[in-house]
């Protein structure tokens, strides 16, 4: 079985709990204004290009002759590889001691992460024979396979809120947030421990009314933690290298007392929240 990934991100701190080893699935379906992995968005590998680094040192005509791999200075990159499920344990092993001293663990990222059932959950079942700790990144937004496999499988659902709107969610991001509100239920009925993730973004997820919805959907289900994601604009230039347009390249990174303020009324909410800066 091969997995289509874009990156295993060793020693990560922000991403499902003690210090973690992120496997970044390739494959969204959906389309978030903000997203910060561009290259997350195709299923297949793709070439990416960072004009700042090269040196044209084999142009014919303006056009660059080399292949990508004798790119003396990686301005040229191919994004993304097809791995078994083997090679990607043989990297994620490599930290276990990190893991277990440190209750961290394995997390499935993307992308999104749903859109390689078979995949993930062969990587969950191989992590698991090695007693890790495991975690998921996803919309939810798509239909589950399996899903006591999943819920057994899977410690940790980091699950992202964005915009509750149904019409807007629908027309922004291609989400349907009632798939994305069932499959939690279905999850919750399964006893799986579920965090929600909340993008801060200024005008889309910040106003006070998709915050009141998000709220009132986790009193209806019992959900007691949220981390705040602040909107950052790291990913513009990832953008341009891959030669993608990107919809907020004049956005602000946003307002540190609104993402407190927010903090605060999930907190009077009595829900846990805390904010990550990545
Ligand atoms: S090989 Fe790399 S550095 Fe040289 S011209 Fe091509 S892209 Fe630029
Ligand atoms: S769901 Fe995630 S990966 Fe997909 S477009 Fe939105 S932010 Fe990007």
Redesign the pocket.
């Known amino acids: 079985m091969n997995a289509s990934i874009f990156n295993i991100q060793r020693y990560s701190l922000h991403d499902g709990g003690g210090i973690r080893s992120i496997v970044f699935f390739k494959g969204c379906p959906f389309r978030c204004p903000w997203c910060c992995n561009p290259e997350s968005l195709s299923v297949h590998p793709q070439l990416m ?1 960072k004009k700042s ?7 014919a005509n303006g056009v ?4 990508v791999e ?7 990159s191919m994004i993304g590889e097809h791995k078994t499920i083997d090679e990607i344990m043989d990297v994620l092993i490599r930290d276990k001691v990190f893991y277990e001293t440190s209750n961290g663990g394995i997390t499935l990222s993307g992308g999104e992460v749903l859109l390689q059932q078979v995949a993930a959950l062969e990587l969950l079942s191989a992590c698991k024979k090695q007693n890790l700790h495991t975690a998921i990144e996803s919309t939810l937004a798509l239909d589950i396979e399996q899903i006591h496999a999943w819920a057994k499988l899977c410690d940790r659902f980091l699950i992202d809120l964005k915009i509750m709107n149904p019409q807007k969610a629908k027309e922004v991001l291609g989400i349907d947030i009632h798939k994305v509100k069932e499959n939690i239920k279905q999850l919750i009925h399964l006893n799986a421990e579920i965090i929600i993730r909340i993008p801060i973004v200024p005008t889309y997820t910040d106003s006070s009314e998709n915050i009141t919805g998000i709220i009132s959907f986790m009193h209806e289900v019992g959900l007691k933690e949220v981390h705040l994601l602040p909107y950052h604009n790291l990913g513009e230039s990832k953008y341009k290298s891959l030669n993608l347009s990107y919809s907020l390249y004049d956005a602000k990174p946003i307002n540190d007392k609104i993402v407190e303020d927010i903090r605060q009324t999930f907190i009077d909410a009595n829900i846990n929240a805390c904010i990550y800066g990545n």
């Open positions: 290009f680094l090269c040196i044209q040192c084999s142009l660059c002759t080399s292949a004798d790119c003396p200075t990686k301005a040229k």
